[in-house]
């Protein structure tokens, strides 16, 4: 069977919930970067009026109000693309000046090289960056960041370099030196470990690159599921235009939904009096208006009822009460549905025409499923009780009545309804005699 492509408005659906989708994981990675950066602030600022902690608490603070302006920009909707690139840009310059000025302690270091900030720290912290770019499902984003921290990480590593006069690397270590010698030479405060930085810088890439496949692969995860749910209601909404909706979605979560079954139900046949001699004085557009503002009307008061519109014949309603969907106390329901029914019509006009009903309803066993060929088919409602319902409702005329209900029916919901019985005659099609029943109150 051939696949069909998504339409224009589909495709524009789908990327409008991954948006969304970015949207709140971009939000859920704000809010944790706020949280994280919070303990460092209070850190810095426990320590008291010393020079270093205020700008530590000065910096830090930035930190997060920059955040708090991209979270509201976010919140607000008027954030752009660009936006996340800027804010992650301006994050990384600042880490880079932190590393440029941050003292290894609170408190200040004294004369200690600042080279040792990348040895007593490492590069853990720059990882939080990735997970807020991972968080908003854009895999650039993700390499961007990656690339921005390694960025900074060197910018800041060579400003501090050049600025000392003295350095040690691992080139220095002789081949095969001593334990006393590699000790000396790894603690020196003048060593800058190039071959650490390169190797950091490494890490950092290889995972920011992982973190961009895995974030595609669950970009392409989060559109294939949107758009599937979008064309689940799609097919649903229109699906449930020739089937009932109920029948829809239970095909469409269950294919064996399909398969034929068989239960006790309660078949309701409504049929509007004297239709063909309206039709006759009718123009066909006139007549059309007429059935689709009935057959819209008897739709919703069946729903109510629980009942499922199986299909519509001419200017009659087929509904089924237990069947696909299950009903307790079924016949109960479908009686009830049939005296909405005739209130409604009492009730209102439809078309501009006034109009009158005859119910017939029976109780008992029905099959159900999908009948057709292999290129098109439809769900229905077949056997004796379904007949029996549409010679039910035909006999109205005979006894001048509106609402006829099969010995079956009565006896199934006569604990909940009061009945009166209307006499016993044979039907078309049948042996024997049928009693019939109609509420006590019709």
Do not use: C
């Not at 997970?131 to 390499?143: E, G, H, M, T």
């Not at 007429?290 to 739709?299: C, E, I, Q, R, S």
């Not at 005739?342 to 066993?365: C, K, M, N, S, Y």
Request: no cysteine.
């Amino acid at each position: 069977m051939a696949t069909i492509p998504p339409s224009a408005a589909e495709t524009a659906e789908v990327e409008a919930d991954l948006a969304a989708a970015e949207r709140a994981g971009l939000r859920l990675a704000l809010i944790g970067r706020t949280l994280a950066l919070l303990p460092f602030a209070v850190l810095y600022g426990w320590v008291g009026a010393q020079r270093d902690s205020v700008q530590g608490v000065t910096l830090i603070s930035l930190f997060i109000l920059a955040g708090l302006v991209h979270l509201v920009l976010v919140q607000t909707r008027r954030e752009r693309p660009w936006h996340r690139y800027a804010f992650l840009a301006l994050d990384a310059i600042g880490l880079g000046v932190l590393a440029v000025n941050a003292p290894l302690s609170p408190g200040g270091a004294g004369e200690v090289p600042q080279i040792l900030v990348f040895r007593a720290y490492g590069v853990h912290f720059l990882f939080l960056f990735l997970a807020v770019a991972a968080l908003s499902l854009s895999p650039r984003l993700v390499l961007f960041a990656g690339a921005a921290v390694v960025t900074t990480l060197w910018g800041a590593y060579l400003w501090i370099v050049s600025g000392m006069e003295r350095t040690l690397t691992w080139g220095d270590l002789p081949v095969a030196a001593d334990r006393d010698t590699f000790v000396k030479v790894l603690l020196d405060p003048d060593f800058i470990g190039l071959g650490s930085r390169v190797v950091e810088s490494m890490v950092i890439l290889a995972t920011s690159g992982l973190l961009a496949v895995a974030v595609h692969r669950a970009r392409n995860v989060v559109r294939a599921r949107a758009a599937v749910e979008r064309r689940r209601q799609r097919i649903q909404a229109v699906f449930g235009q020739y089937v009932p909706p109920e029948v829809a979605g239970s095909i469409l979560a269950n294919r064996s939904a399909l398969a034929p079954q068989t239960r006790d139900a309660s078949i309701l046949f409504a049929d509007i009096e004297g239709f063909t001699r309206l039709s006759e004085r009718r123009e066909p557009a006139e007549v059309i208006e007429l059935l689709n503002a009935f057959f819209d009307a008897a739709t919703e008061v069946i729903g109510a009822y629980r009942g499922v519109v199986i299909s519509f014949v001419g200017d009659a309603v087929i509904a089924a009460f237990n069947t696909p969907i299950e009903l307790a106390n079924h016949a109960a329901w479908a009686t009830r549905a049939g005296q909405a029914l005739l209130a409604l019509v009492a009730g209102r006009d439809f078309g501009g025409e006034t109009i009158r009903l005859r119910v017939g309803i029976a109780t008992g066993p029905v099959a159900s499923g999908s009948v057709g060929g292999q290129r098109r088919q439809t769900w229905t409602v077949y056997g004796d009780t379904v007949n029996l319902a549409q010679r039910v409702e035909g006999l109205n005329r005979d006894f001048r009545t509106r609402l006829l209900v099969s010995e079956q029916t009565a006896e199934a919901a006569r604990a909940e309804i009061d009945f009166r019985e209307i006499g016993t005659t044979p039907v078309r099609g049948r042996d024997g005699t049928v009693r019939l029943f109609t509420v006590a109150e019709e």
